[in-house]
């Protein structure tokens, strides 16, 4: 089991930058991949980016929508992922969801894929 706690949601403006972090507890963090997705009001649900379990084989995926805005990272020895939001657009305003699963690298972009989630941050950013 993995349990899952978002923070640093809030208000931000056009143009300027918002960190999210993930608080994970629970067994053997480092096995699996994490992920940010979030959902806009009255939208579904979208993968925002991932990172892989493996120093070795350490890979990063973005949506095309954050692709150089937004860099998501991992702590395993603290179990903790982040992203970093620079550049914020008043299209990003969601609420954001961590979320862990065990998969293959080409399968992280799926929500379906992902078995626990956290309750979510609500990130506002004003134009």
């Known amino acids: 089991q993995v349990q899952l706690v978002e923070s640093g949601g809030g208000l931000g403006q056009a143009g300027g930058s918002l960190k999210l972090s993930c608080a994970a507890s629970?067994?053997?963090?480092?096995?699996?991949?994490m992920g940010w997705f979030r959902q806009a009001p009255g939208k579904e649900r979208e993968f925002v980016a991932a990172?892989?379990?493996?120093?070795?084989?350490?890979?990063?995926y973005y949506s095309d929508s954050v692709k150089g805005r937004f860099t998501i990272s991992r702590d395993n020895a603290r179990n903790t992922v982040n992203l970093q939001m620079n550049s914020l657009k008043p299209e990003d305003t969601a609420v954001y969801y961590c979320a862990a699963g065990i998969m293959t690298i080409a399968r992280m972009g799926s929500a379906l894929q992902y078995d626990y989630w956290g309750q979510g941050t609500q990130v506002t950013v004003s134009s």
């Open positions: 629970g067994r053997s963090f480092s096995n699996y991949v």
């Open positions: 990172v892989s379990w493996s120093v070795r084989v350490r890979s990063t």
